[in-house]
C-alpha cells in the first residue's frame, strides 16, 4: 500500500531541487577563465587554426581567369570554384556534398570521437583567436580574473577597450571576409573606401561579425554546451572502440596532493596529485575525471597540462589520454586499439563515404559544359494555323558552363516534319546563358491527338561530343 509523503519530506524535496537548480544557473552563468597550455595537441590545434582560416579569409582573394576563384554570384545565380561553373540545376552537387560532410562525420566521429568539435569548428576557431588576443592584452587567465573583480580604473578601461577593440576589428573583418564570397571582394573594397555597400552588404557583414563577437566574446562555451545539438547526438555514433579523451581511474585514484620525491603508493594514493590543471585548461570547465561528458569537445587541452605535470612528477604520461572504454577495461597498448578502429561501423561509414566522393568526383569530370532547359509556353498551349500545320511555342534556355564561348546547332526530332523557323546557330560567350524561343510546327497527322514526344538536339558544332538530347512534348488539338 502506498503511502503519501509528509509534508516536512515535500518541502525538503523542494528546497532540494531549488537548491540544485540555483547551483545549476550559477554554474551556467559563471565566466570561464581557461588556462594556456602548450604541448602537442595544442601544437595540432593552432596548425588547424591556421590552415582553416588562411583558407577562409584567403581564397576570397585568389584570382582565376580574370574572376574570383571561388565565388557564390547570387545575382547571376552562378556559383564559380576554380574552373568549375554551377548553377542552379546543378543542386544536385551541393545535396551530395552535405551527404559526404554528413557521413565525414559520423566517420570521424566513430573513430576519434569529437575531432571536429575540438580541431576544426568554427565556433572553437573564433574561440581560440579571442582568448589568444584577450591573453596578449590582459594576462594570463589569473590576471583576467583579477582584472574583473576589481574596480573600473583608467587601467582596467584602457585594457578592456583594447581588447574589444581588437575583438570587434577582428568580427568586422570577418563579416567582410564572409560577404566577399557572394560579393567579389575587390568589389566590396573599392565601396568600402566611399562606403558605398548596399543595404544587404552592410547589413550581412554586421550581422555576422556581430554574431562573431557575440559568440566567441561572450557566449563562448555556452554555445557548445546548450546551443549546438551536435553534442546531444554524439553519444549514438559512440561505442566501446571509440577514441575520446578519457581519464585512467585504475591508475589515478585515490588521488591526492603529495611531495615530489614522496612514496605515495606506500600512503595510498594513484597517479592523480589532484592539482585541477586539467579543469583549469577546459574551454568548456567540466573535470575530465568524472569520465566522459556531453560537455566535452575533445580538444585534449587536459591531456597536455596533465602530461606537463606527469613530467614533472616523474611519472608516466597518459594518466588523461586519447583511448577507448574497452581498452581501459582491457589493458590494451596501441596496437589493440588501432586493430579494433576498423569494426563495422567503421567500415561501413567508409565504404559509404568513398563510394558517395567517388560518384561525386566522376560526376563532376565527366559534366558536359553544356546544359539545356525546355520551357512551353503557357500562354499558348497549341495553335493550328491556317496551312493546316500544328504549332507550339518553346524557349529553351541553353546555358554554356565552361570559361570559353562556345557555338551551337539547334535541331528537333521525334515527329515526322516537324520544324521551326528561327535560328539554328547560337553563340554563347563563357559562363552565360541564352533563350531562344522556337515556334515548332508539325502537319496534324503526324502525331495522335494529345501529348507526343519530341526532342531537342542542341550540339557544339566544333566538337559533337558536347551535346545534349532534351525531351519535350508536343500537344496535338
Known amino acids: 500500500m502506498s503511502r503519501t509523503p509528509s509534508s516536512g519530506n515535500t518541502s525538503g524535496t523542494q528546497a532540494a531541487k531549488k537548491s540544485a537548480g540555483k547551483q545549476h544557473f550559477i554554474a551556467v552563468n559563471k565566466k570561464i577563465y581557461p588556462r594556456s597550455v602548450k604541448g602537442v595537441f595544442a601544437r595540432w590545434r593552432w596548425i588547424f587554426f ?165 559568440d566567441a566574446g561572450f557566449l563562448r562555451e555556452q554555445i557548445c554546451l546548450f546551443m549546438c545539438p551536435y553534442a546531444r547526438f554524439q553519444s549514438v555514433m559512440f561505442d566501446p572502440d571509440t577514441l575520446v579523451v578519457t581519464y585512467d581511474v585504475e591508475r589515478g585514484e585515490p588521488r591526492g596532493a603529495r611531495a615530489k620525491n614522496d612514496d605515495y603508493k606506500v600512503q595510498g594514493k594513484g597517479d592523480c596529485v589532484d592539482c585541477d590543471i586539467c579543469v583549469q585548461v577546459c574551454p568548456t570547465g567540466i573535470d575530465i575525471r568524472n569520465g566522459l561528458q556531453s560537455e566535452c569537445i575533445g580538444c585534449s587541452a587536459c591531456i597536455d597540462a596533465c602530461d606537463q605535470v606527469m613530467d614533472k612528477m616523474n611519472y608516466p604520461r597518459g ?78 534556355q541553353i546555358m554554356n558552363v565552361s570559361e570559353v564561348a562556345h557555338r551551337y546547332s539547334i535541331s528537333v526530332s521525334g515527329l515526322e516534319g516537324a520544324d521551326f523557323d528561327a535560328e539554328r546557330i547560337v553563340e554563347i560567350p563563357a559562363a552565360a546563358s541564352r533563350i531562344v524561343t522556337l515556334a515548332v510546327r508539325a502537319p496534324a497527322e503526324s502525331g495522335k491527338k494529345g501529348s507526343n514526344r519530341i526532342y531537342f538536339d542542341v550540339a557544339e558544332i566544333s566538337d559533337p561530343k558536347i551535346a545534349v538530347h532534351e525531351k519535350a512534348s508536343f500537344l496535338v488539338p
Open 50 to 214: 591556421w590552415g582553416i582560416q588562411s583558407v577562409f579569409y584567403g581564397l576570397c582573394w585568389l584570382p582565376w581567369n580574370g574572376r574570383q576563384a571561388f565565388l557564390c554570384d547570387l545575382a547571376e545565380r552562378k556559383f564559380y570554384a576554380f574552373n568549375l561553373i554551377f548553377w542552379p540545376q546543378d543542386v544536385i552537387y551541393l545535396a551530395l556534398l552535405l551527404i559526404i560532410s554528413a557521413y565525414a562525420l559520423f566517420l570521424f566521429t566513430a573513430i576519434g570521437g569529437r575531432l571536429f568539435c575540438g580541431y576544426a569548428c568554427p565556433q572553437t576557431l573564433f574561440t581560440s583567436l579571442f582568448l589568444w588576443i584577450e591573453e596578449k592584452i590582459e594576462g594570463n587567465h589569473m590576471a583576467r580574473v583579477k582584472l574583473d573583480q576589481a574596480p573600473m580604473s583608467s587601467r582596467k578601461f584602457i585594457l578592456k577597450f583594447a581588447k574589444h577593440s581588437a575583438w570587434l576589428i577582428v568580427a568586422v573583418w570577418t563579416g567582410f571576409t564572409f560577404v566577399g564570397y557572394f560579393t567579389p571582394i575587390r568589389t566590396l573594397v573599392a565601396q568600402f573606401s566611399d562606403f558605398s555597400f548596399s543595404s544587404w552588404e552592410l547589413a550581412w557583414i554586421l550581422l555576422y561579425g556581430g554574431l562573431v563577437y557575440l
Open 319 to 396: 594518466l588523461i589520454r586519447y583511448s577507448t572504454e574497452r581498452a581501459l577495461a582491457k589493458h590494451w597498448g596501441r596496437k589493440e586499439i588501432i586493430r579494433h578502429l576498423i569494426r563495422p561501423r567503421t567500415i561501413i561509414y567508409g565504404v559509404i563515404l568513398a563510394l558517395l566522393v567517388t560518384a561525386t568526383a566522376y560526376g563532376i569530370a565527366t559534366r558536359l559544359p553544356l546544359k539545356v532547359d525546355v520551357i512551353r509556353d503557357r500562354g499558348v498551349m497549341s495553335r493550328e494555323l491556317d496551312n493546316g500545320m500544328i504549332e507550339n511555342l518553346y524557349r529553351l
